[in-house]
């Protein structure tokens, strides 16, 4: 195994490998998982990386478990990346990717660092997991510690709704609804798991952004090993983007690119907290901010606990963050629907609502090349379901003919 142990991206603490950590004891930051890099270039090049099988689990030199685990795995995907020339061209722009990550076993990006904490979890002999969710991470979650054999505590809000508590409980995980903010919940989280050796693989849990980082790994192999110019991403925790820059970083470490994309962060306008950080030295978009329910239920977090990290390496690595409105975000869905087959959840369609204010901005130049992290499939939380739907026309058998001639 390569991996040293943890780091503090803050005062620069370092942590051992055989504890289990998840944030630094003097700046409550975010802990990051570091490798000893020197040794790996050798065991982690092109060549040997092109040889073989996709999937996340073929970059197991840069994942913190040792080289004899059987990785708990459902199936997940060295995802799509679709080259999107239709709607590249209906925004002036020719170089547009989706990274689609809704194809993964439980239907959004999730599954990665859900796959990696697993794993450590069983390397570590631990018997119980669990996370803090309504949504996405919480059915991904629940499935890998079915798959595992482990017991699972799921914790979320008590407004949950009925069909998001089905995706929860479907699986056997014990949820537990907690009238609670989501910060206080977080914190109390780990201090039980250590006390009761439950596992948390909370959005930002280090393993988790290990397993979040091999997006970034795909971009760059699948774009014949080179970096993209940019990556519009969306943010809730923070826990993703924090991945991505990690994965971009150590390929640049590690030899393999030489320069790191710029990342757009996308959150939407009602729950804005790395956009509004940000915004107070960069040029992201002034906008207002609304006391409703956005449709973008994945991306609600208000106190994100890797929003320091991700607003550090934004202005570290010249990323920006922008806030979009609800209707931007479903037309997005649509677009992304009509001209690449590709039907996203809120969340993950919010990227190109983002891309358009890029575009207008004029921070983006037509031939740069741009991946969009399309994080969610949409079948499980379409948003506003009536903004995507035509209402169909209604004919009689005898008049089907003759509609269908008309064209
Ligand atoms: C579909 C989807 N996209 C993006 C995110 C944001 O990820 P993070 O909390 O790591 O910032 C989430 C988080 O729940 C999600 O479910
Ligand atoms: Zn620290």
Not at 354 to 364: A, D, E, Q, V, W
Request: proline share 5%.
């Amino acid at each position: 195994m390569n991996f040293e142990g943890y780091k503090c991206g803050f005062c620069g603490r370092e942590f051992f490998p055989d504890e289990i950590q998840y944030r630094c004891d003097l700046c409550d930051e975010p802990l990051s998982v570091v490798y000893e890099y020197s040794s790996l270039e050798k065991k982690t090049t092109v060549e040997r990386f092109s040889a073989r099988h996709s999937g996340l689990w073929k970059y197991r030199e840069l994942l913190p478990v040792v080289p004899s685990i059987q990785p708990v795995s459902l199936g997940e995907l060295a995802t799509p990346l679709h080259e999107a020339k239709t709607l590249a061209g209906s925004i002036g722009l020719s170089n547009v990717f989706l990274k689609n990550e809704g194809r993964h076993p439980t239907g959004s990006f999730k599954d990665r660092g859900t796959s990696v904490g697993m794993t450590v979890a069983v390397e570590r002999g631990v018997k119980a997991v669990g996370t803090l969710s309504h949504g996405n991470m919480g059915t991904s979650t629940a499935a890998y510690a079915a798959k595992a054999g482990l017991t699972c505590y799921i914790l979320a809000p008590a407004n949950i709704s009925s069909t998001r508590l089905l995706y929860l409980s479907v699986y056997g995980a014990r949820v537990i609804l907690v009238e609670d903010e989501y910060d206080a919940v977080y914190n109390e989280s780990l201090k039980i798991g250590m006390k009761y050796d439950v596992f948390f693989i909370n959005s930002d849990n280090p393993f988790r952004t290990e397993g979040s980082k091999t997006m970034a790994f795909e971009i760059v192999e699948d774009l014949g090993w080179e970096a993209p110019d940019w990556v519009v991403a969306p943010a809730s925790s923070g826990g993703m983007v924090s991945g991505l820059y990690k994965g971009f970083l150590e390929f640049k470490e590690i030899g393999i690119i030489s320069d790191i994309p710029k990342i757009a962060v996308i959150q939407p306008v009602n729950s804005k907290p790395i956009v509004t950080a940000f915004k107070k030295e960069a040029e992201a978009i002034e906008r207002v901010s609304h006391d409703f329910i956005s449709i973008v239920r994945s991306l609600g977090n208000p106190y994100p606990p890797s929003g320091n990290r991700v607003l550090k390496l934004l202005r570290e690595l010249k990323g920006t963050a922008i806030a979009v409105s609800d209707e931007e975000t479903s037309a997005a869905q649509r677009e992304m629907a009509r001209m690449e087959g590709v039907f996203a959840e809120p969340a993950g369609a919010i990227a190109l609502a983002g891309l358009k204010h890029l575009i207008k901005l004029h921070r983006i130049e037509k031939d740069e090349k741009v991946v969009l992290i399309v994080s969610g499939f949409g079948f499980r939380d379409p948003g506003d379901a009536d903004s995507l739907v035509d209402k169909p026309l209604t004919v009689g058998i005898n008049n089907l003919e003759s509609e269908i001639a008309r064209k």
